[in-house]
């Protein structure tokens, strides 16, 4: 009888510590980089294009390459992304074909991301010329996150109630015109949640933008998308790696890195407050 | 639109209907009158709603439904391939069993509908929502808050919002699918008697689980049992003298 108790006891105790331990984690990880980043940060560190070989000076190119990169990324998924779901979860009828797009789906999101990054050095730096620049860069981008889009596009449209469709197409309202004035309108907070969720996740990855954008250095402010440009993880991966003053650009690194993880937790923070603020309103 | 002359507005025509392989109707034959209210009547999974749905081609929505007749609305076959359900629905409204407006204004449920069928002028638009809302009883509840979120009225409201959002249409027939099921006695009383209002103006069918609710409301009645139609005749005789022995069975509540 007692033992009952003592295995629920320690039961208890390894989730909790589970939970706990996920917590230490994120939380060791801040600590680290801020506590070794928070020097270099500075107005001229976040203004300032980097100089001296890239030891002294700032990291603004980098902070407008990746913002760039991450907002092209978006302009070419998102919308590719919406519809691509759209037709999934409204119009395709539940067959074999729709099988087979999940599949494509679901492998697409499983493919590590430096493929990505030779996919896209091939098809869009090579084949259509794009050579590397913020184009071909965002679109490799944009292909990594397609499949976080669309699942989470299939989701929100799924979780908008089945009476709102019928109760419009009853009313004779077409089915396009049901999608665009009911279905997406209550889909979008999610559709938006979702997806910026994985646009964060982008904004950091190395891999794919390597042969596709990003540049070594450079001071140009881009002034067209066929421009290479600078982008964080990249810098990072640089000053980290192939730099001829590893050592003596720590504080560099971390403060790069601090900026980074600044961007990327911001935009997941404006996911967070939208879904805060649409689960206050919904009321269905 | 209101035909004085008697007849029928809708007339089913030997319907099979098919859920995939599961047959849910059997050789349904039916007139709907002009100007009636019409209750479907029959226990679970016996077809009712199914028919009902079949009316307005609501039914398409379901992947490997199949439909066999024909479904005859003022003369024409609503499965023709010419046909074009949306107009249909449109000349047939809806109302379903769980009140379900927009979660948009009182005022937008209203002219949802319109606004996407071409109507724009803003002065047009609150006119027919005054008459709309007071066709459904409702005007005087709302004509102060018709900004204010449909969500928040209380589930007799919605239903009787949602009358009003299918009467803005101007549809020719109302159908009406268990529309009191969800609600209490008093809003189910409303209801009802909106119902002996709106016969008027409209060809009404109602499907209902409630045999009081068929007794009180209706003009003709059909007992439905493992999608067959087995009587249909003036909900008078339904309920006191019935032909067959299952409908007295089913209305004495000896099963179903």
Request: proline fraction near 4%; charged fraction near 20%; charge should be positive.
């Amino acid at each position: 009888m007692r033992w009952r108790y003592i295995k629920e006891g320690i039961f208890f105790s390894v989730v909790r510590l589970s939970a706990l331990l996920i917590v230490l984690a994120l939380g060791g990880l801040l600590f680290y980089i801020f506590y070794n980043g928070y020097q270099a940060i500075s107005w001229e560190f976040l203004t300032e294009p980097p100089i001296d070989a890239m030891t002294k000076g700032g990291i603004m190119p980098a902070i407008l390459g990746t913002i760039y990169l991450t907002l092209g990324a978006i302009v070419i998924a998102l919308p590719l992304g919406i519809m691509s779901a759209i037709y999934l979860s409204e119009y395709a009828k539940q067959g074999a074909v729709v099988r087979v797009i999940r599949l494509g789906v679901n492998c697409l999101a499983g493919v590590p991301s430096i493929v990505f990054g030779l996919f896209g050095l091939g098809l869009f730096v090579v084949y259509f010329k794009f050579g590397a620049s913020i184009l071909s860069g965002s679109l490799t981008l944009g292909f990594l996150i397609l499949p976080t889009i669309i699942g989470a596009s299939e989701e929100a449209l799924k979780a908008v109630p089945q009476t709102f469709r019928e109760s419009s197409l009853a009313l004779g309202v077409s089915k396009w015109q049901t999608i665009y004035r009911i279905v997406l309108p209550n889909a979008l907070p999610g559709i938006l949640t979702g997806s910026i969720l994985g646009i964060g996740r982008a904004a950091g990855e190395t891999a794919p933008i390597m042969f596709t954008a990003a540049a070594f250095y450079t001071v140009k402010i881009p002034s067209s998308v066929f421009d290479e440009v600078m982008a964080l993880p990249f810098h990072i991966y640089v000053l980290a790696t192939a730099g001829t003053h590893i050592e003596e650009t720590r504080p560099i690194q971390f403060g790069t890195v601090l900026v980074l993880v600044a961007l990327v937790l911001s935009i997941d923070l404006v996911a967070i407050v939208i879904r805060s603020a649409v689960r206050k309103k919904k009321r269905w | 639109m209101v035909n004085v002359q008697d007849g029928s507005v809708i007339k089913t025509k030997k319907v099979d209907f098919y859920y995939g392989s599961f047959k849910a109707l059997t050789d349904v034959t039916m007139d709907f009158e002009r100007n009636r209210v019409t209750a479907l009547i029959g226990p679970s999974g016996c077809g009712k709603s199914t028919l009902l749905r079949l009316l307005n081609r609501m039914n398409d929505l379901i992947d490997g439904s199949r439909v066999e007749g024909e479904v005859l609305f003022e003369g024409q076959n609503i499965y023709a391939p010419e046909v074009d359900p949306v107009d249909i629905r449109r000349r047939i409204g809806m109302v379903f069993q769980k009140p379900n407006p927009f979660p948009k204004s009182i005022f937008n449920n209203i002219t949802y509908g319109p606004r996407l069928t071409g109507m724009s002028k803003k002065a047009d638009l609150e006119i027919l929502v005054e008459q709309s809302l007071r066709q459904a009883v409702l005007w005087d509840e709302v004509k102060d808050i018709l900004n204010r979120s449909a969500m928040m009225l209380s589930g007799g409201q919605q239903q009787r919002l949602c009358i009003a959002r299918a009467l803005a249409m101007k549809p020719e027939v109302l159908l009406m699918d268990e529309p009191t099921s969800a609600l209490d006695p008093i809003s189910t009383a409303k209801i009802e008697e909106l119902i002996q209002d709106l016969k008027k103006t409209y060809t009404i069918i109602i499907v209902t689980h409630n045999m009081q609710q068929a007794a009180r409301v209706s003009d003709m009645t059909g007992f439905f049992y493992i999608g067959k139609l087995i009587e249909y005749s003036a909900t008078d005789k339904i309920f006191t003298r019935p032909d067959v022995k299952q409908t007295e069975d089913y209305i004495t509540g000896r099963f179903g």
